[in-house]
């Protein structure tokens, strides 16, 4: 899941301008996605409707696997 979450966030902006962390405790899984502050409006969307997508295509994979997951954005030092 992670690798089509980069493979998003790849589309959305240029190529390796985030990092995505991922952690893991029991079948849930945590993605932290570390972006400069220049594209955190593009991650988030207007309304946060890009963000909202982008957790409503990797819940219903998680759903496929039986795996609950939540996505946050911070911004990377």
């Known amino acids: 899941m992670k690798e089509l979450l980069v493979l998003i966030l790849d589309n959305i902006l240029e190529e390796n301008t985030t990092e995505v962390e991922e952690s893991n405790e029991h079948d849930f899984i945590t ?20 963000i909202n997508a982008i957790k409503n295509i990797l819940k219903i994979r998680a759903m496929k696997e039986n795996k609950r997951i939540d996505v946050k954005v911070q911004e990377k030092a």
């Open 31 to 50: 993605y932290t996605i570390f972006a400069p502050q220049e594209y955190m409006g593009k991650i988030i969307g207007k309304g946060g409707k890009t």
